[in-house]
Nanobody, 124 residues
Framework: QVQLVETGGGLVQAGGSLRLSCATSERTRTTYAMGWFRQAPGGEREFVASVSLYSGVTYYGDSVKGRFTISRNNAKNTVYLQMNSLKPEDTAIYYC?????????????????RGQGTQVTVSS
């Protein structure tokens, strides 16, 4: 299993911004694509965004389109999630995931490795 380390969560007021980072020591086929999903207390998993590390193809969940941007730095084996115009309903634990089959697979909430998660809380 690939080790993923998320950072950047925290508390922010509605309308504010946060940037999450996810670093991995792996740069092999096992990390062909990386992404994020989130889960609020008592809620279901929700796909947020994914990116293929080599082609750059991205996918976004409908609720975050236009507000969140996923990007990658292949030299640092790191993926970022820039979150702008945050809303209270964005409050959740955000998990970084990876899968060798591509960003489209992650968009279906399929993945082979997952990080421990980082809490994002948006106050109204």
């Amino acid at each position: 299993q690939v080790q993923l380390v998320e950072t950047g969560g925290g508390l922010v007021q509605a309308g504010g911004s946060l940037r999450l980072s996810c670093a991995t020591s792996e740069r092999t086929r096992t990390t062909y694509a990386m992404g994020w999903f989130r889960q609020a207390p008592g809620g279901e998993r929700e796909f947020v965004a994914s990116v293929s590390l080599y082609s750059g193809v991205t996918y976004y969940g409908d609720s975050v389109k236009g507000r969140f941007t996923i990007s990658r730095n292949n030299a640092k084996n790191t993926v970022y999630l820039q979150m702008n115009s945050l809303k209270p309903e964005d409050t959740a634990i955000y998990y970084c995931v990876t899968d060798p089959r591509g960003s489209a697979i992650i968009s279906k909430l399929n993945f082979t490795s997952r990080g421990q998660g980082t809490q994002v809380t948006v106050s109204s």
